[in-house]
C-alpha cells in the first residue's frame, strides 16, 4: 500500500567501510511536486543534513529524499554541508529536478565524513531501482535497529505510509529520531504542518531509551496531493501512523526487554506531567529494577521528587500494572508482593502515577536498561 | 586521629533482615554540647530523618548521631517519624542527654518502617562501646559501598574528621549523600555553615554516578568547640575534607570501573557550565563509552548540545586526557585515535570541554557505566 507519486529503492555504499552487506543508502522519489512539512532536533548540535532540511522546509516542496545510515554527518563543518549539497545536486542532476528539491537525512556515527565518492557511485543503481519496495528502503536507514518500522492507513483511496529508524540517542524533548510519512492525499500544507507537530509532542516526544538527544532527529512529511480525501480522517490517520512509528522505536530501544508506559496524572499542567513522567522514565534506578522485575516503588517515589515539580508527597499515587502499591505517598495495604514482581515479569508494564488533584496529565514511553543496553553501546562504534 | 570530645561505636541490629553479619547502626557522641550545620537533600520527597534532621540544625545544638543502614525510613509517612523519634527518646534517655539532642541519619531501602524494636535493643551496646574507633562507625552506614569512607585533617592542635557514605542514587544539584563531619576548633557556628555550604557546592554536589538523587541526602558538621585553631586553616581543612570523601564516593560508584573528571570552561555563568558538565557527566551514551575506551567525542558533543545552554557549536573544543579531539566543532586534527583509546584505558579520565571565551566554569565528576551496575541494581533491592 504505496501513496500515490511515490517510489523508492536502497544500496550498499559500504558509507561506516565495515563491508557489512547491508544496504545503508536509500531513495525516496515523487514524480510530482510534493509539500513537504518537519520538525527537527532540539539539539544545539545540528547535523548538516539538518541545517539543510530545515531550510528547505521554509520552502516547502520537494521531489526526493535521499537517506543514509552508518554517518551522521554530524559536527562536519562546511565539510559536511558541502558533502551533502555535492549529493544533492549528483541526485537532481540524475533524476532532472532542481538540487533543492533533494532532502538529504543521514544517521549513523559523529564526526566522520560522508565518502561522498562512494555514495555517488550508487546514485545509478538507486534511480535505476525506484519501484515499491519500501522494506528495502526502510532496511537501508537502520544502524543498531533490530527491524524496520513501517506504518500505514487508508483513508478512502488515500493513503498514509511512514517509515523511521530508531533504537539509540532516544529522548523526548526533541523534534524526533529519523522518520518520513508520505500520502497521496491533498491537504493544504499547513493542515499537514499542523497535524505532524501536534501528533510528535505526545509520540516521538513522548519516548525515552537513553535520555540522549540526537543530532540528526528529523521527522518530514511529504504529500503528492493526488486524491482527494476526508482531512479529519487523514489527520487522524497520520496521527497514527506517526505514533506506531514512535511505539516501534521504544520496543527497539537499544537492548530494552520491555515496555513501560508512564501515565502521570493530577498535576497542575500538562507540561508538569510530562517533566514528572520523563523524570521517572529516565531514572537509571528505575529502568535497572524494571529490567529486574522488581517492584522497588521507592526508587519511583525518589525520581518523582527530583522531578524538579512541585509536589505534595502525601498526595503521591502509584500503581503498578493495575497493582495499588503507593497510596498517599506511603505504601499503599493490600497488594501482594510477588503479584507485582509478576505483572513485572512480562514485556509491557504500565505505570500510573497520580500526584494530586490537577487537571494535567502525560504519557511517556520508557524502556527497562539492560546489560545488552551497555553490550551495545561499550563495544560497537555508533 | 579523633576531635576531642567526640567518640563512636557500631552494631548489628540485622535492620534489612537478611541475617547478614555486617554492622549496620551507629553511634556518635559528643561529650559537651556541639553546634551542628546540615545540607539536606532537595528532593521533595523528603525521608524522616531528613525532615527531623532540617529541624534540628534550626536548633543547631546537638550531642549525639545515630545512624543506620539497611533501611530509609523514606516514605513513611507519619509512622516514620513516630519511629525516628522514639529512637531518638530511647538513646536520648541512655546517654542522659535531651531527645531533641541527637540527630538520626538513615540509608538503605525507601518504603519500609524501621525495625525500631530491633534497634532499640542494640542500643546498650552501642552506648557501651563508645571509643575511637571510627571505622567501624563507617562500615555500619554502608549499603552498597564497597569501602568506607573517612578524611581527616590536623591544623595546630585541632582536628577535623569525616566520614560517609554513598555508592548509588549519587546525582549533582543535591544537598549530598550522608556524610558528617566533626571538629574540635572552636568556631562561630555561621563559619561553620558557610563553610560547608560552599564546599558542598563543588564537591558532593559536582558528582554524580547515576543521575539519581536521593530522599535521604544529609551532610551534617559538628564542632565540639575546644580548641582554638587558625580560622582559615580550619576552613581549608574542612574543604578538603569534604572534597576528599565526595571523591571517595565517585570512586565507589556502583559497578564504577573510572573516575572521570569533566572540566568545562568558557560559557557565560558558572552555572552554565555546570549545566553542560552535568549533561555529559550523566549521558548514558557518554558513560558506556567510557566503560568500552571508545574514544567516541561525537556522544560529547551531541550531550553538549542538548544540555539546554545556548552553545555556538562552532567554538566547542574537547581534549580527553590531554589529547585534542575536537576543535572549533569539528574533529581536531593530528591526534591519534589509538592514544586516545590508551588513556580511555587508565582509571582516572580527564575530559576538558572549551565552549566560547567566557569565565564560566566548573568541574563534575562522574564513573562509567558497566555491567557491574546493571548487576547491582537489578538483582539487589537497594
Not at 77 to 103: C, F, N, P, T, Y
Not at 139 to 166: E, H, N, W, Y
Not at 256 to 278: F, P
Request: glycine content about 10%; aromatic content about 4%.
Amino acid at each position: 500500500m504505496i501513496p500515490r507519486g511515490f517510489s523508492f529503492s536502497a544500496a550498499n555504499a559500504d558509507i561506516d567501510g565495515t563491508s557489512s552487506p547491508k544496504n545503508d543508502i536509500g531513495l525516496l522519489y515523487c514524480n510530482t511536486k510534493a509539500s513537504l512539512c518537519g520538525v527537527f532536533t532540539r539539539n544545539r548540535v545540528k547535523a548538516a543534513p539538518v541545517l539543510i532540511g530545515m531550510d528547505l522546509v521554509k520552502r516547502g516542496v520537494v521531489r526526493a529524499v535521499l537517506a543514509n545510515s552508518g554517518n551522521a554527518n554530524a559536527c562536519t563543518g562546511e565539510a559536511g554541508l558541502d558533502d551533502a549539497k555535492r549529493l544533492m545536486a549528483a541526485v537532481a542532476s540524475r533524476l532532472k529536478i532542481d538540487a533543492d528539491e533533494v532532502i538529504p537525512l543521514s544517521t549513523g556515527v559523529i564526526g566522520v565524513r560522508l565518502p561522498v565518492d562512494k555514495m555517488l557511485s550508487k546514485l545509478d543503481t538507486l534511480a535505476r531501482g525506484l519501484g515499491d519496495n519500501v522494506d528495502t528502503f526502510a532496511r537501508s536507514m537502520m544502524t543498531t535497529d533490530t527491524f524496520p518500522k513501517i506504518a500505514s492507513r487508508k483513508v478512502g483511496q488515500a493513503c498514509i505510509l511512514g517509515v523511521a529508524k530508531g533504537s539509540g540517542m532516544i529522548a523526548p524533548d526533541m523534534a524526533t529520531t529519523l522518520a518520513i510519512v508520505i500520502t497521496d492525499a491533498i491537504m493544504e500544507r499547513g493542515d499537514l504542518e499542523r497535524t505532524i507537530k501536534d501528533a510528535v509532542r505526545t509520540t516521538f516526544n513522548a519516548i525515552t531509551v537513553d535520555g540522549d538527544t540526537s543530532t540528526n532527529d528529523t521527522l518530514i512529511a511529504l504529500s503528492s496531493n493526488m486524491l482527494h480525501a476526508e482531512l479529519e480522517g487523514v489527520e487522524k490517520a497520520i496521527f497514527e501512523v506517526i505514533q506506531e512509528l514512535s511505539m516501534m522505536v521504544v520496543k527497539d530501544g537499544e537492548g530494552a526487554s520491555k515496555v513501560v508506559r508512564i501515565n502521570v496524572s493530577g498535576c497542575d499542567t500538562d507540561e508538569e506531567a510530562r517533566k514528572v513522567g520523563k523524570t521517572v522514565g529516565n531514572s537509571l534506578l528505575v529502568k535497572t529494577a524494571l529490567y529486574g522485575s522488581d517492584p522497588n516503588w521507592g526508587r519511583i517515589m525518589a525520581a518523582i521528587g527530583y522531578s524538579g515539580v512541585d509536589i505534595d508527597t502525601g498526595s503521591v499515587s502509584i500503581h503498578i500494572s493495575g497493582h495499588p502499591v503507593v497510596e498517599r505517598g506511603v505504601e499503599a495495604g493490600g497488594y501482594k508482593e510477588e503479584d507485582v514482581r509478576s505483572a513485572l515479569e512480562g514485556k509491557d508494564i504500565h505505570i500510573d502515577i497520580s500526584v494530586g488533584s490537577g487537571s494535567g496529565s502525560f504519557t511517556i514511553w520508557t524502556t527497562d536498561l539492560t546489560h545488552k543496553y551497555v553490550d551495545i553501546n561499550a563495544e560497537y562504534r555508533s
